[in-house]
């Protein structure tokens, strides 16, 4: 099943990838507490970001509901560091990938989670918190989201943070 696993996320487009255990992440409530500062102006307004993914517990029983942890990116370019509009592009993209991904691995695995970028973009106004989300199955929880740290993560799973200058990278995770 890894096996082919692998071959599909290939076809996908993503940049790097590695493989961790659920069981040797951290998941730390100070990366939540940056969440809360509310920089990226997702907190509290969308299913894919807290509070609305649960409490740090729930997200780490959630992950360790699975066996392996597959750390993907999406390296976009951008025309310089304070490229805007790239870096909102990028981010587009980076959820367009994370949606391709799961197509491609849909019909090998029974099983699975996957988390993405900041927020989710389905729909052009979210239904939290005052209604179901209207597509579950289409929302991918934020890896921040869950406490995570990326640069660790990206650490831990043999891959880059940082891709080099006028660049941006998005992180994202396949649970099976």
Sequence with gaps: MLEKV?????????FQYGLIKPSAISYRQEIRDICKGNLCRKYGTTWACPPAVGTIDECRE????YNTMLVFTGKFMMEDSFDYEGMVQSMADFKKLARDLESAVKPCLKDYLILSNEGCDICKTCTYPFASCRFPEQLHHSVEGYGILVSELAKQAGINYYNGENSVTYFGALLF
Excluded: F, P, S, Y
């Design 6 to 14: 692998l071959e599909r996320i290939k076809e996908t487009g993503v």
């Design 62 to 65: 959630r992950c360790m509901h």
